[in-house]
């Protein structure tokens, strides 16, 4: 009763309801509102470990995890046990439901590392035929659809016809009688058929009155003509519907006979979701994986630790910027006390520690900075704000009090719960023993102790959160209770008290405040109390256990910092508070005479303490900035570094484009001498002196090329070859002649070339192989590229038929800079315009010498051939 005290003044439904916020179904946002706080270490370490696998498929995947299709049937299943006729919406929600879940099980099935997630799902059963079978008789709107039973889709059928006869009949009675009627228009009343019919003309259609206008002015009447044939409609209908009922009926009891695979479904379905909502407001809140340790051996470690609600009003509602606390507790501490002034941040500072502990028993990550180590406590117990009750002639230490007791009793009551787990333990129960010990070790566990969910493990059942009983649950799912199991030898607890002591006399107070923490420290693992009593303060130097916090308070701004210095009790500031805030000189020094000077002296030794520890913050920070400030000029000079060798290797591309281009310029210059010779302007000796130049030019600059490997090559049928002087790989298809001739195939097109001609894929010369008439003549050798015969590929055509001239020059620019010898442009006949465009583009192209019409047998003048200048 006192734990659901603490989640209360903890205000733990808040954090519950953030995190319901990320859910992506209806099940788990109710779960996530009413999530349980598990009762063992191995349901805390079990949740942890799925909300981690999630995490990481997420960051694995572009979109995210879907839940897309999966819906809440629970109460459908209840009445489809109970021999209920589901409605077409409930079945198709089953159906998708189905379908949602086995894609997140192929999901997850694709992912064989996470394993916590694939023995989630191992097990489950997503009746692919049931699915099937009710798309097949329930349409998207959730209707049953003709094709679910030949008999439904006669009677349809006869319905058709029905509806049809009356309309007919209908449009006749309005032709002839048009003037009896307010519109002529045919509209229905119930499942029957009427016609407006104005008010004194009612005797001109006789028939029956089915309804009337508000006004009375109009009667919508059935004929009598019409009577028989709606009365049939009417019988088709009821036929119809018994026929639904039927085919709906037929589903239902199929849908019942799986009801524990599809509860159990559903409960994993939830348990994916709920971890998955968990992952991400983890991963919102900037938050990092918890590990419990053993909390005599380690030490408890959260920096830089923030509260979970603060975070969530800073980041939604405007509030104050969140400052993070850091909480690095000794294993033989027992006992903290934190001093200092009000509204300095104790409060939340045992708040925020309770948050911590209670999000890493559920599973969620804990919003401070790695690594974050802290114990698993079986109980979390609080006594924070007032418990003053008129009602109950409560004043506000008779409410501290109380709560106290009862947080005393629960520490006692589990620990004789511990005492006997523990005997138990030690007559044999040695299944116990090694869960706990697999649970230390973080291995994987068996799947009965893991089984079906969160929902389990978290202490809650599906129909809990659905809000109904948890017995018929037990009997459906056969789901035994969670293991309480805990790996520490005896039962441990957080205790948090504000202001112990306070609201009463000091003096007692204070001596019930020391009586009680000294208690705490012999029966529970850590207490965080806070108080205003310097006698608190003396503790740490008489036990060990205990040690001194205090909150940070700025005296120059006369406000609280909400930083907590550790190894530091808090000292009194009301009197400097007062004087600064303008309080009679003569009366503050009184009250420092009353207080004695001890307690200046004390006050002054903690001021001194205080700048010591600044001084030693600020020379710390200053070696933290020089490490940044060294880690950034490395990182300067490294970045400097790659960009030099950037630049070099730019440069050295530069100049070999640049020579390159002086090459290409010599070249064109040589084409141009040799065209003015072939005009009859040059001597030939000219040309070939300029020819001369630019070979020299080609040895100095152009880059050696690595010589090609040996000749020994043989192509065989089926291998794949390449023909360098047409630019083609191509397959062969017979073997090399005595004449070193052979076929092959490229495209469509098949053509005859011979060994020295080709190379293999790897650039090897292939095999000339010998004569068998040594007499033979020489083979001739191989054609220049310009003699060689031109053959259209897809690559060199262009098809432009149905496009806009202007929209055709821009493809055919650009075909023509990528063409070598000719271009095959394919434009029609159509009006002739497109054909006029391109032959005015080609004849102004730069790059174009001649073009002509094709062949008649490849396209004749639909086709137009242009010529590259080479």
Known sequence: MIQSETLELLEWSRLCQHLSTFAATKLGAIAARSIAIPSSQLESENLLAQTKEIYELENRLDNGISFEGVQDFGDSLERAELKGILAGEELLAIATTLAGVRNLRRLIDNHPDLEILNELVSDLRTYPELEKEIHRCIDERGQVTDRASEKLG???????????????????????????????????????????????????????????????????????SVVPMGNQLRQLLRREQVEEEAIRRKLSEQVAEVKLDLEKLLAVATTLDLATAKARYSFWLK???????NSTEENITLRELRHPLLVWQQQHEEGHQVVPVDLVINPYIRVVTITGPNTGGKTVTLKTLGFATLMAKIGLFVPAREPVELPWFDQILADIGDEQSLEQSLSTFSGHIRRISRILDSISNNKEKGQGDEETRGQGDEVSHCVAERSRRGDVLPAKLREVPSVVASGATLRETRGQGDEELEEDENISPPLPLSPSPTPSSLVLLDEVGAGTDPVEGSALAIALLRYLAEHSMLTIATTHFGELKALKYEDERFENASVEFDEATLSPTYRLLWGIPGRSNALAIASRLGLKADVVEKAKDEMGGATDEVNQVIAGLEAQRRRQEEKAAQAQDLLQQAERFYKEVSAKAKDLEEREKSLRASQEIAVQQAIASAKGEIAAVIKRLQQGKPTAQDAKKATDNINKLADRFIPKTAPKQKAGFMPKVGERIRIPRLGQTAEVLTAPDGDGEFNVRFGIMKMTVKLEDVESLSGEKAQSQAKAKPAAKPAAPPKPTENTPLIRTSRNTVDLRGRRVADSELILDKAISEAHRAIWIIHGHGTGKLRQGVHAFLKQHPRISNYEAAPQNDGGTGVTIAYIKQ
């Open 154 to 224: 006669d009677i349809r059928n006869s319905l058709r016809q029905n509806r049809s006869q009356i309309t007919r009949k209908l449009q006749n009675i309005i032709q002839v009688k048009g003037n009896a009627l307010q519109e002529t228009i045919i509209t229905q009343r119930g499942d029957r058929f009427v016609i407006p019919v104005k008010a004194p003309q009612k005797d001109a259609i006789p028939g029956i009155v089915h309804d009337t206008s508000t006004s009375g002015a109009t009667l919508y009447v059935e004929p009598n």
């Open 287 to 293: 938050a990092n994986p918890p590990r419990f340790i």
